[in-house]
């Protein structure tokens, strides 16, 4: 079983959208919760960090997580075609060391104007 | 502004043939990572430079290394590529006190071997 299971897509919306992206994760010990945008042939960049369960807010996004389910989500409201990339969750027992930050293999999303 | 430079964006290279990937950092980070990112995969860690000291995965093939002559650089050499080495190679730089949670990505090294 891989460490974090992501459902690779390909997921396409219409302009105004909500969407939910997920990733289910198999290590309990996972504390922090990462997402990253990855748009068509750059480098991942980060949008946002959770620690531990609880949601966050970032403007249109909401990162979401349940470690009871092992079980995280970013929700985006309102999107746009400029949101039109790859998520990929990302996911760490802890800050320090480096060998032990988990990708999912990311959803693919369109956005469709 | 770019942090992360990797250079060049696209390198075509023949089975076989020595290649070298280049990557700077602007942010004085101690350290830099190389991963290999093949289509729809997950990123995956090949090495990890905390400033000099070099950290190799175990399932990291001895064909590449990495070279860290300074703290901006950061050089990913393939000994002998395959075809199986066609992949986007992605740099990255944290500061130690959050390796895991702000790691910042270069745009990435797309590599063809033909």
């Known amino acids: 079983q891989k460490e974090v299971e992501q459902d690779p897509g390909p997921l396409s919306v219409p302009e105004g959208a909500i969407v939910s992206l997920n990733c289910t994760y198999s290590?309990?010990?996972?504390?922090?919760f990462m997402w990253y945008r990855q748009y068509s042939r750059k480098g991942p960049e980060l949008l946002m960090y959770?620690?531990?369960?609880g949601n966050k807010e970032d403007g249109r996004f909401t990162a979401q997580v349940d470690k009871s389910s092992k079980y995280i989500s970013l929700f985006i409201r309102d999107s746009q075609p400029s949101d039109s990339a790859t998520y990929l969750c990302?996911?760490?027992?802890?800050?320090?060391?480096?060998?032990?930050?988990?990708f999912g293999t990311g959803t693919r999303l369109t956005v469709i104007p | 502004d770019a942090m992360v430079i990797q250079n060049p964006r696209y390198q075509v290279t023949q089975f076989g043939k020595p290649v070298t990937l280049s990557c700077s950092q602007t942010?004085?980070?101690?350290?830099m990572y190389w991963y290999q990112q093949k289509s729809s995969q997950a990123p995956k860690l090949l090495f990890h430079?905390?400033?000099?000291?070099?950290?190799n995965e175990a399932d990291t093939p001895d064909n590449f290394q990495s070279r860290r002559p300074n703290t901006s650089f950061c050089f990913l050499d393939i000994r002998s590529p395959g075809l199986g080495d066609a992949a986007m190679y992605l740099c990255?730089?944290?500061?130690?006190?959050?390796?895991?949670?702000?790691?910042?990505f270069g745009q990435g090294t797309r590599l063809t071997v033909v």
């Open positions: 942010l004085n980070h101690n350290v």
């Open positions: 990302a996911m760490t027992v802890d800050q320090t060391g480096a060998n032990n930050l988990f």
């Open positions: 959770t620690y531990s369960s």
């Open positions: 290590n309990s010990a996972f504390q922090y």
């Open positions: 990255a730089t944290s500061s130690p006190d959050n390796f895991n949670t702000e790691a910042f």
């Open positions: 430079y905390y400033d000099k000291d070099f950290n």
